[in-house]
């Protein structure tokens, strides 16, 4: 098929190249010429695994172009809406301007019986709006939404073998749906499932899934909490609990909480928006799994500070990780950096490091310094912090690093390591909700 996807952000980039590596005929669209430029040059200005190599195969194979021109959209029949909402600082809601514009961008130009596929995440009732625009202006054309599940870090996974694949119709509208079967066709044939549904279930899919995730991350952490005040611990707990089929395992690490780019965002954009619906009683309780979660970093930092016995000033702290999860180099409301920006403002002498976010975290926090390697965060380090578990932090050796630090006092805030190994080696461990 023809498909042109506009926005060529972090959604957009891997929905084109996936899209061109299942066979279709893919323009990507932009405003921004640097990064179109990049992504043509098969260089995505981000890190993510397996990318560069679908980008640069569907480019050196032609199926997959980039323009800054609207215009050069104009002969695809299915276009991807895949620009960014971000979070509004006065209200917590979710800024659907860029999807206005790149709608009313594509009005003028839509073909006969296009179909104008949203991916953003909106807030509910977004699609009805745009609908209702498009029956009025371009009634040869239609509308459905297809929420993104994609993970940082299995991002181009996701898109091509994703767990569902959710279509948000118009009552009775069968050829959007066939449409998008046609554009997903490798992935429905592979077995995946798919709901066909009307568009504010579908807006709703993709928030309330991420609401859940959230909450259960909040949730173990919240236990965290009372496993250290009463000596339990948290890791056997949710090992315990997550063999019930019901709760599940996944999603119940307790640490340093949550960040990035989706799910702090879109729980406060759907609480805002149940308050707009005069529903904010009803999810009021994402504002304290919200809460609980920026109290984890708090707590790190106060663990921090009595760690050091007292006062963080004049201490060197080792951070390791700066991202908001491993396998990213996204540093989108990352918990690490908060925390170490905290330690900083404390007087520590905070050093940083991470195998792909320095540059991203300087340009954030360029008052914190930054080290390439791990070897030399640690160089006579009073406090070690694991702040994001990348492999290569995993697997760290307790006694070949404890000949590198200051002190051997290292606070675990991914629950990743052995505690026993590290005590045995000399090491004064602690993890978030472990004896
Ligand atoms: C999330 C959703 O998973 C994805 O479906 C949606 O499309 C976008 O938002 P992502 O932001 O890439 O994806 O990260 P995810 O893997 O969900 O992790 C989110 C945050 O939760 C990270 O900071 C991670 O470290 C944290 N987390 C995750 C925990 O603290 N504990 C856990 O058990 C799991």
Same mark, same amino acid.
């Given at each position: 098929?023809? #498909? ?20 279709? +005929?893919?323009?990507? #669209? ?23 190599? #679908?980008? %640069? ?129 490798? /992935? ?11 568009? /504010? ?15 259960? #991350?909040?949730?173990? %952490? ?19 609990? !997550? ?11 307790? !640490? ?18 149940? +308050? +707009? ?15 609980? %979660? ?62 792909? !976010? ?8 360029? +008052? ?51 505690? /026993? ?15």
């Amino acid at each position: 098929m023809r #498909i042109s996807v506009i926005g060529c952000g972090y959604l957009g980039a891997v929905h084109a190249s996936a899209m061109a590596e299942l066979g279709h +005929e893919v323009v990507g #669209i932009d405003v921004d010429r640097r990064k179109i430029e990049a992504l043509a040059a098969a260089h995505p200005p981000f890190y993510e695994p397996g990318l560069p190599e #679908i980008l %640069n195969s569907a480019t050196a194979s032609g199926r997959l172009r980039f323009s800054p021109d609207i215009a050069d959209a104009a002969d695809a029949e299915v276009h991807f809406l895949a620009v960014g909402t971000p979070q509004s600082s006065e209200t917590g809601a979710a800024d659907v301007s860029f999807v206005d514009a790149a709608f009313e961008a594509l009005l003028p130009i839509l073909a006969e019986g296009a179909l104008v596929v949203g991916k953003s995440t909106v807030p509910v009732g977004t699609a009805a709006r745009l609908a209702e625009r498009l029956a009025a202006e371009a009634p040869h054309a239609a509308l459905a939404w297809n929420p993104e599940f994609l993970r940082e870090g299995f991002a181009v996974k996701d898109t091509l073998a994703p767990d569902r694949l959710v279509y948000g119709v118009a009552d009775g509208d069968d050829r959007a749906a066939s449409m998008l079967d046609h554009v997903y066709r490798a /992935a429905i044939e592979a077995g995946t499932p798919r709901i066909i549904t009307d568009y /504010a279930t579908a807006e709703l899919v993709k928030v309330a899934a991420n609401a859940f995730l959230a909450t259960k #991350i909040s949730f173990i %952490n919240a236990m965290s909490e009372i496993a250290d005040a009463t000596g339990a611990d948290v890791t056997a707990l949710a090992d315990a609990i !997550g063999h019930d089929v019901r709760i599940g395992r996944r999603f119940l690490n307790a !640490g340093v909480g949550f960040g990035g780019g989706c799910l702090p965002k879109d729980i406060r954009g759907f609480t805002a928006r149940a +308050e +707009e619906l005069g529903l904010g009683q009803t999810l009021a309780f994402l504002t304290e799994v919200d809460a609980i %979660n920026m109290r984890q970093r708090r707590r790190v930092v106060d663990l921090a500070v009595r760690d050091l016995g007292g006062s963080a000033a004049g201490k060197k702290v080792a951070m390791l990780g700066v991202t908001f999860k491993p396998d990213s180099d996204d540093v989108r409301d990352s918990p690490a950096l908060d925390i170490a920006t905290s330690l900083n403002a404390l007087g520590a002498e905070v050093v940083a490091t991470d195998p792909e !976010g320095i540059e991203n975290a300087r340009s954030r926090r360029p +008052e914190l310094s930054y080290v390439p390697t791990t070897r030399e965060a640690l160089q006579l380090a009073d406090l070690v912090i694991l702040a994001t578990e990348w492999g290569e932090y995993r697997t760290l050796d307790p006694e070949v690093v404890g000949r590198l630090v200051g002190e051997r006092r290292i606070i675990d805030g991914r629950n990743v390591l052995d505690p /026993a190994a590290w005590r045995a080696a000399g090491w004064h461990y602690r993890g978030i909700g472990r004896p």
